[in-house]
C-alpha cells in the first residue's frame, strides 16, 4: 500500500525523505518527515521527537533510526517525525513555544484555528497521528529538568486499547513504567488514546544530555518496541532490557505556587512522604520565604533543577510502585 501524508508518498519498499508545511496562522514552518513503507505488510508505526523544544535525546535517536532502517527490513510503515514542533525546537529549546508561550503538550488534538501552538498540534494530530495503529512520542527531562528515565501510558474506559498501550510500554524495556489513571488531558498520547490510538510517551534523558551512550539507551528501547509491534524480527539490534519494567502510578504533581527563586531539599530519585517539606520558593526583593510540600508519597521522578520558577512551574511530579 502507499503511504502518503500530504504531498509525500513512499510506495511499498520505498524510504522517502522531505518535509511539509504547516500554517500556523502568524507563520508557516517546514515539519521534517521520514517515511519508511516496509517490503511486507504490517501496521502503521508513527514516531514523534522534538514535541518540546531542548529534549534532544529523542531528535537524536529519531534521526539515527530514520537513516537506519531500511525498507525491506520493515514489515508495514514507520512515519518518522524527528522535529515535530520546530518553533521551540530551533527557537526556544524550551517546553513552551517562543511564538505564542504555549505547551504543545498540554493541547492536543489542538484547535485548526487557534493560535499557532494549537495549529501545530491540530496538523501533527491530523496528519500523523490520527490513523496511526501505534504511536510514540519520544521527550526528555528539559534542559532545567532532572528526570529518571521512564515509559508513560493511560488508562482509558476501553480495556482491548489498555492492555495495547500496557504491553508497548512495557515493550519499551524501561524499569519505570508509569500510568496515569485518565486520558482527558492534552498530552499527544492521550489524545490519541481518545481517538482509539495506541500510544505511549517514552522519556530519556534530562538536562540538555546529547550523550551518545543516552541516545543508544532510547534506540535498543525503539528497536524492541518496533519488534513487539512487529515490524522488524528479532536481530541483533534487538537487545533484552537490562531490567524488568515495573509498574507505577503517578501520585502527585507539584508546582510553584508563586514566581521566585527554588530552593529545592528533595530532588530526582528521593523517596518523600505526603506533607513533607521538599524545597522553598524564595522572593527575591524581600526574602519572603513560601514553603513547597509534597502532595504525595512516592518517589521523585522528575523535578526543577532551574532556580528561577514562576507561578504553575512543577517543581516535581511524584510516582509510587503499583502493588
Ligand atoms: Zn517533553
Redesign the pocket.
Known amino acids: 500500500m502507499t503511504l502518503t501524508i500530504g504531498s509525500l508518498r513512499a510506495e511499498r519498499g520505498q524510504k522517502t525523505r522531505g518535509s511539509l508545511p504547516a500554517d500556523l496562522g502568524t507563520t508557516t514552518v517546514e515539519v521534517p518527515l521520514i517515511l519508511v513503507n516496509g517490503s511486507r505488510p504490517g501496521p502503521r508505526v508513527v514516531i514523534t521527537s522534538g514535541?518540546?523544544g531542548g529534549?534532544f535525546i529523542g531528535v537524536d535517536a529519531t534521526t539515527r533510526l530514520a537513516g537506519a532502517l531500511e525498507p525491506d527490513e520493515v514489515a508495514g510503515q514507520v512515519v518518522i517525525c524527528p522535529v515535530a514542533n520546530p518553533p521551540a525546537v530551533y527557537g526556544g529549546r524550551l517546553?513552551i513555544s517562543p511564538l505564542d508561550g504555549v505547551n504543545i503538550?498540554r493541547v492536543f488534538p489542538g484547535d485548526k484555528d487557534g493560535g499557532p501552538t494549537d495549529r501545530m498540534a491540530a496538523w501533527l494530530f491530523e496528519h500523523l497521528i490520527d490513523g496511526a495503529d501505534a504511536y510514540v512520542d519520544l521527550?526528555?527531562g528539559?534542559i532545567d529538568q532532572h528526570l529518571l528515565d521512564f515509559v508513560g501510558y493511560r488508562l482509558t474506559s476501553d480495556a482491548e486499547l489498555d492492555a495495547k498501550n500496557k504491553a508497548m510500554a512495557h515493550a519499551v524495556g524501561y524499569e519505570r513504567v508509569i500510568y496515569g489513571t485518565s486520558a482527558a488531558d492534552g498530552n499527544s498520547h492521550a489524545a490519541a488514546n481518545r481517538q482509539g490510538v495506541p500510544a505511549i510517551l517514552v522519556e530519556t534523558g534530562q538536562l540538555g544530555d546529547r550523550a551518545p551512550a543516552t541516545v543508544r539507551r532510547l534506540l535498543d528501547a525503539l528497536y524492541r518496541l518496533l519488534h513487539h509491534l512487529g515490524v522488524i524480527e528479532a536481530s541483533q539490534h534487538v537487545k533484552p532490557p537490562t531490567v524488568p519494567p515495573r509498574e507505577w502510578i503517578w501520585t502527585g504533581e507539584v508546582e510553584s505556587p508563586v514566581a521566585g527563586l527554588w530552593y529545592p531539599d528533595a530532588v530526582t530519585g528521593d523517596e518523600v512522604t505526603e506533607g513533607q517539606g521538599i524545597g522553598r520558593v524564595i522572593d527575591p526583593v524581600d526574602g519572603a520565604e513560601h514553603k513547597v510540600a509534597a502532595v504525595s508519597t512516592g518517589t521523585i521522578i522528575y523535578s526543577m533543577n532551574g532556580l528561577s520558577v514562576r507561578p504553575g512551574t512543577h517543581l516535581a511530579a511524584i510516582a509510587a510502585p503499583h502493588h
Do not use: A, M
Open positions: 514535541v518540546h529534549e517546553n503538550n521527550h526528555s528539559g
